[in-house]
């Protein structure tokens, strides 16, 4: 029962730095776990970290420490700041939305392209 969707992507020299927005319409943002993923071809899409209603976050150990997931619940918005950006974090992102109260449902962005290159 949300939409999603990704804005933020580009080309970025490595070492550089981008912030994803995803923006979600719907009536119970703050009551959803709000995840980002990636998918670099030829890969299976992973993980990158998640965002409770609460603030809580948790990342892949790949990146830890350069990437940090926000959310501000009265705009219906989350982030996702990239630091020190690898030419290996080149993937297309997707915003994830997972209800609280609804086990099992899930909502995908359709994605923002992310390149990390000289």
């Known amino acids: 029962q949300v939409q999603l969707v990704e804005s933020g992507g580009g080309l970025v020299q490595p070492g550089g730095s981008l912030r994803l927005s995803c923006a979600a319409s719907g009536s119970t943002f703050s009551l959803y776990v709000m995840g980002w993923y990636r998918q670099a071809p030829g890969k299976q899409r992973e993980l990158v970290g998640v965002?409770?209603?609460?603030?809580?976050?948790n990342y892949t150990d790949s990146v830890k420490g350069r990437f940090a997931i926000s959310r501000d619940n009265a705009k219906n918005m989350v982030y996702l700041q990239m630091n020190s950006l690898k030419p290996e974090d080149t993937a297309v992102y997707y915003c994830?939305?997972?209800?609280?109260?609804?086990?099992?449902?899930?909502?995908w962005g359709q994605g923002t392209q992310v390149t990390v290159s000289s």
């Open positions: 965002i409770t209603p609460g603030g809580s976050t």
């Open positions: 994830n939305a997972r209800p609280v109260f609804v086990p099992g449902r899930n909502y």
